[in-house]
């Protein structure tokens, strides 16, 4: 079986969690006996995008098209895949929930976002999501098109040697003591301002390793925010290297607001870091209170944790041990089953949500 797994804009999202997952399901495919083709292109782009809006042969041939993004190329790939019976799969990394308070605008654009996303998956002869979670956003829409929640796993293997990197990024950072932390691109949706108001509250180390626009792009709270960071909180910036942020930080902090899943949440429990996470649904289906991770509503309930987890190393060991298990659960070699699995039912007509 040969499958195209596109991701149109790959080299800006390079760090980005789509971009994330793009990777993992590649690795994940990789050992299985599936073939991966990674772009429909032609060496001329624009000549192949023009191709494929009119519905001609495109340079590979393929048997199923799975696009894992929402642009002008991922839609010359299912308008090309519609006319010529090649099975579909639209994956469903961006809704208009989790769009709103990212960018500067994103909110006032969500709902209309959220018109095209109904319209774009509803195209699909299947729809990939990470999460039960947003299996049922995207059926509220509603999307008409079968709906299958995939996790989107986590490459162990990638964050090999994190320990090793412990001393250097602590020393890079200035960071002592127990340190709170959180990966990603900084956003007001993952919860920057209660990251930050926890900060002045409190003594301990803080970092956010990852990413942040000051430009026109960015929102007010992220330009506020990182030009007024509280003296105990570190933004790094871009890190060429993101395994030191796990090996530098003790307590993963993710006060986020909405999520499909969050990879960085299960690579830090992979690393057996002790995980604080907001009490939101999508999180309600993977991970458990007190077990392998704290789960909080409101700022006095983070604090509460992070100065629990500071009293308690053991609890702080507990958690992390049993993280490092729930991690497990998502290895990149069920992702690739499960794709297969759903490659298969495509081929063959046997699609049900």
Known sequence: ??????????????????????????????????????????????????????????????????????????????????????????????????????????????????????????????????????????ESYPVDAPIRAVSNGVDTEALAGFEDLRDEYRAEYDLDGMTVFTVGNVFERKGLTTFCTLAQETDYDFAWFGPYDTGPHASKKVRYWVEHAPENVTFSGWIDDIRGAFGAGDVYLFATKNENQGIAVLEAMACGKAVVLRDIPVFEEFYTHGHDCLKCSTDAEFRRALDLLARDPDLRRRLGENARETAAEHSLDRVGDRLVETYEDALSGRLEG
């Open 1 to 138: 079986m040969r499958v195209l797994n596109y991701l149109e804009f790959a080299s800006q999202l390079d760090r980005s969690g789509i971009g994330t997952a793009t990777d993992q399901q590649r690795a994940a495919l990789a050992t299985t006996d599936v073939e991966v083709v990674t772009s429909p292109w032609p060496e001329s782009v624009a000549a192949g995008a023009a191709g494929l809006l009119r519905g001609d042969g495109v340079v590979r041939d393929y048997d199923v098209a799975h696009c894992n993004l929402i642009g002008p190329g991922s839609l010359a790939v299912a308008r090309h895949a519609k006319r010529n019976d090649i099975p579909l799969v639209l994956h469903s990394h961006v809704t208009r929930e989790d769009f709103a308070e990212s960018f500067r605008g994103s909110t006032a654009v969500a709902p209309a976002l959220g018109k095209y996303l109904k319209w774009f998956y509803s195209q699909a002869d299947v729809v990939l999501c990470p999460s039960e979670y947003t299996k049922r956003t995207l």
